[in-house]
């Protein structure tokens, strides 16, 4: 499936392999595997889990240090519930690859960016729809926003900046 | 009032730029209805029954002359002549094409103004008491805290695809005029035993298909830690809401299925693993924000104008009108007027542009620039000197602004019903019209005193039907609109939830239920007893009976 | 968004322009805001017919909320939906007999496409 970031499209170097056993260089597991796929990991395979939006961060927190990514489904566009666990894993400290996988729309893309995703990972017919450069341009469309998020520059500090140059 | 800031103005422009990207990719097909309809919504575009209508929000229902004849413009311009201000004090206009609204928008930034998160499930525009600044009972104004929530929860990343719509009012007062008990968040304003001030934070409340009263999941809340608080309760309910059942899905269920004390376990949890520093705003910031909403520089005025007893002597209408309508305000020799939208045979809350033009004139001569939208679909004059009152009943005569029912039993909430909303299972507009005329005559509306009828033209409650003493809710049952009464209920500090006096009405019938109503406790008041204090004495079955006998009477 | 279950007989096909909002009938050759032009579908075949139509609109991104109406013939052979919902939709808001169509105001060129 069609996959993307900030910079636009991206090539999916993972495989999906959701017991584990496929032999590739980075294997995407279900998350009931991951404690399997991480303990019989000798031969240096990078792990990344798939997770749906019921799983709960804290589930996840024994593992992170060692997971390369972190793929958290969106059913519906209209379904929030992948940003506020991309959030709490942030905060769990995980530092890898967070994707959202799903039907989310352009118009999403920038929050998803800002609570902390790298990457979307969309259906065929609505990457068709909906061109990349669509996505990098909604990406961009609200310069600052009143929330201190990741990556994206915020209102607060810029309004704190102001200040102390004595504006 | 709160000015916006090059950051804000920036903002609400790249909001409308946006806007009008989505509606070009809608055309271009590149959205389907169905994607297209949340990012409409979320800026205040329906589809209703005749045709688009867009909600401008007012936040915490604060205006300045310069925004109200703005909307006057668009109204001209844009629309039908006219707006109508709804329970949660914004404006819709019913008419616009969906072609003009990015113009609109435009127009709106012109003036500080925006339609963001007037729907859609996401954090709604906050409201707020619409005596903020004015009563003499007031710990704090509730407006700053009004306005860091706005610009908190303006497209926040994490909350803008709720499983369902979110809304927060804020009061500052002992007495609740914003009905935050029937809100998802509502958020009181006190004092603790250290003299400290904070919030007592209730959660939970909100009408529609299954009202219910807010609990307090946090009797005092610092005051700094607010947002990271906020932002602890809405990420709870973003995981655990409902999503499978769209009636099911409002905080107040989760509430109610878990528990208060659970509920507020696993916000207190969250809480704790928070970054709190990096969402709260800075004292600065705060303070920044607060300063907007100084009090204006008033006059030092003796407490008693000889000018407005005069006038009150002369004058029996402007001495009624002033008995009915005005509030006191906490400076010796001010008032604050409300004036009513709602005419005897006016639609509630409906004013037209010519209007919107007089009340702006009068706020920007006589009330500091700055008008109030209520939750009862009323304007304010929040800070009026009382030696001007004459010449601004006058005024608001010759614009037909002048009804002296604030409060009484015509000053009917009314949604807009099926004469324009698509969701509606009848109308709510004609049975308000009803009633009023029923009840013009102003004695008898003085001798009834306080006695507030809500009218909702479907389940959806937007007419606070739940919550007035006396509540309508219209219904389809085979075929016809048919009119279901409560009695009981509150919107006050008391919240309570009227209880159905039994099956629905035909709309002709339903004048005669509500004098039958009226005439029972004008019948048992004892020693001047409102309405409300008569039903909670008596209980419903004095009321049940006489609606039992209209049922019942034949034709 | 789909179209809605099948009414009884006598029907017309009604929907809201995209981009003005406008409730607008179908003619059977375009669609206008008057509901006096709507096409009146009889049977089932005229019914499908006008099912067809409403999808056709809908994937071409031209209305929106297209649905079926049953109606009955007032004496003139015009159509008048039967539920009072539809009836305060093809005509205006009943509080306001100044605005919508039955005053004749019209938020799209009349007999436009
Ligand atoms: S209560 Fe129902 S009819 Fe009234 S405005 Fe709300 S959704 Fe429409």
């Keep these: 499936m069609p996959l993307l970031d900030r910079n636009g499209a991206k090539t999916d170097d993972w495989t999906l392999s959701p017991d584990g056993a496929a032999d590739a260089p980075r294997v995407l597991v279900a998350f009931d595997h991951v404690q399997n796929a991480l303990a019989g990991n000798g031969r240096g395979r990078r792990i990344g889990v798939a997770i749906a939006n019921t799983i709960k961060a804290e589930a996840l927190a024994p593992f992170l240090t060692d997971l390369d990514l972190v793929s958290i489904a969106f059913p519906s566009y209209g379904d929030g519930r992948g940003f506020s ?64 998020g990741f990556g994206a520059q915020n209102i607060l500090d810029a309004r704190r900046a102001a200040r102390l140059a004595g504006k | 009032m709160y000015r916006y800031d090059e950051f804000d103005a920036r903002f609400v422009r790249e909001r409308v730029a946006q806007f009008r990207d989505q509606v070009a990719r809608r055309l271009d097909g590149a959205l389907n209805e169905d994607e297209f309809k949340p990012l409409r919504l979320k800026n205040g575009v329906y589809l209703q029954l005749h045709a688009y209508m867009l909600r ?44 003009d609204v990015p113009a609109i928008l435009d127009l709106l930034a012109d003036v500080e103004m925006h339609c963001i998160q007037t729907s859609g499930n996401c954090i709604r525009n906050v409201t707020a008491d619409h005596f903020a600044g004015v009563a003499a009972d007031e710990i704090e104004d509730p407006r700053p805290t009004a306005e860091l929530i706005r610009q908190w929860s303006s497209l926040h990343p994490e909350f803008d695809y709720l499983p369902r719509k979110f809304k927060i009012a804020v009061t500052g007062s002992a007495q609740d005029r914003a009905v935050i008990k029937a809100h998802d968040i509502g958020l009181r304003i006190l004092r603790n035993a250290k003299g400290e001030i904070g919030y007592e934070v209730m959660v939970g409340g909100g009408l529609g298909r299954t009202p219910m009263i807010a609990k307090t999941i946090r009797s005092f809340l610092p005051k700094d830690e607010l947002l990271a608080y906020l932002e602890s309760v809405l990420r709870v309910y973003n995981l655990e809401g409902r999503r ?20 507020s376990r696993l916000v207190e949890e969250e809480y704790a693993r928070l970054d709190g520093p990096s969402i709260v705003a800075d004292p600065e910031e705060v303070a920044r924000i607060a300063a907007y909403f100084a009090s204006p520089h008033y006059e030092k005025l003796p407490a008693r104008s000889a000018a407005f007893e005069k006038g009150k002597a002369k004058n029996r209408a402007f001495a009624t009108w002033a008995a009915v309508n005005l509030f006191a305000h906490k400076i010796p020799g001010y008032a604050a007027a409300t004036i009513s939208l709602k005419a005897i045979g006016e639609a509630p809350g409906d004013v037209t542009c010519a209007q919107m ?45 002048a009804t002296a029912n604030a409060g009484l039993i015509t000053d009917i909430i009314a949604c807009p019903g099926l004469d324009y909303c698509s969701l509606a299972t009848a109308r709510s507009i004609p049975i308000a019209q009803a009633l009023a005329h029923r009840f013009a005559d102003q004695k008898r509306q003085l001798d009834i005193g306080e006695l507030n009828v809500k009218i909702s033209g479907c389940i959806n409650a937007c007419g606070h039907h739940h919550v007035g003493h006396i509540g309508i809710l ?35 019938d339903v004048p005669d239920a509500i004098e039958r109503i009226v005439d029972v406790y004008l019948a048992h008041r004892q020693n001047g007893e409102s309405f409300i204090e008569s039903v909670r004495r008596l209980g419903l079955e004095p009321f049940k009976a006489v609606i039992q006998e209209k049922l019942h009477a034949p034709a | 968004m789909s ?41 089932e075949t005229g019914a499908s017919g ?22 009955s013939l007032d004496a003139s052979g015009g159509a008048v939906p039967r539920h009072y919902r539809e009836k305060i939709k093809t005509e205006g808001p009943s509080v306001r007999r100044d605005l919508g169509k039955q005053a004749g105001l019209f938020n799209i060129a009349r007999n436009g496409n």
């Design chain 2, 244 to 263: 499978d059942n769209k009636y099911k899905a409002r905080v107040k269920i989760l509430v109610h299925e878990i528990g208060a004390e659970t509920f």
């Design chain 2, 56 to 99: 401008i929000a007012i936040p915490y229902g604060t205006l300045s002359s310069r925004q109200l004849r703005q909307l006057a413009l668009i109204g001209e311009k844009y629309d039908r002549g006219y707006g109508h201000f709804t329970t949660r004090t914004n404006m819709q206009f019913n008419w616009p094409r969906l072609r």
């Design chain 1, 85 to 148: 666990i991309a959030k709490q894993l942030r905060h769990l400290g995980f530092k890898g690859t967070l994707r959202a996988s799903g039907p989310l729309i352009a118009d999403q893309f920038a929050y998803a960016l800002a609570c902390g995703f790298d990457e979307v990972e969309l259906p065929e017919a609505q990457a068709a729809r909906q061109p990349v450069d669509q996505w990098v341009r909604a990406a961009a469309s609200i310069s600052k926003t009143y929330q201190r």
């Design chain 2, 357 to 401: 033009r007089v009340l702006a004139d009068l706020a920007q001569q006589y009330s500091f620039d700055e008008l109030r939208i209520t939750h009862a679909q009323n304007v304010v004059l929040p800070h009026v000197e009382q030696d001007d009152l004459l010449a601004i009943w006058q005024t608001l005569v010759e614009a037909g602004l």
């Design chain 2, 474 to 508: 219209g219904l389809e049952k085979s075929g016809k609109e048919s009119y279901q009464i409560t009695l009981g209920g509150d919107a006050t500090l008391n919240a309570a939830i009227g209880e159905n006096l039994g099956p629905g009405l035909a709309a002709q």
């Design chain 3, 3 to 43: 179209v809605a279950k099948r009414p009884p007989l006598p029907v017309i096909l009604l929907a809201n322009d995209l981009l003005d909002g406008e409730v607008v009938f179908w003619t059977g050759k375009q669609w206008s805001p008057e509901p006096i032009e709507a096409l009146i579908a009889h049977n």
């Design chain 3, 50 to 71: 006008l099912e067809a139509e409403a999808a056709k609109a809908l994937a071409a991104n031209r209305v929106v909320d297209a649905y079926l109406v049953d109606v």
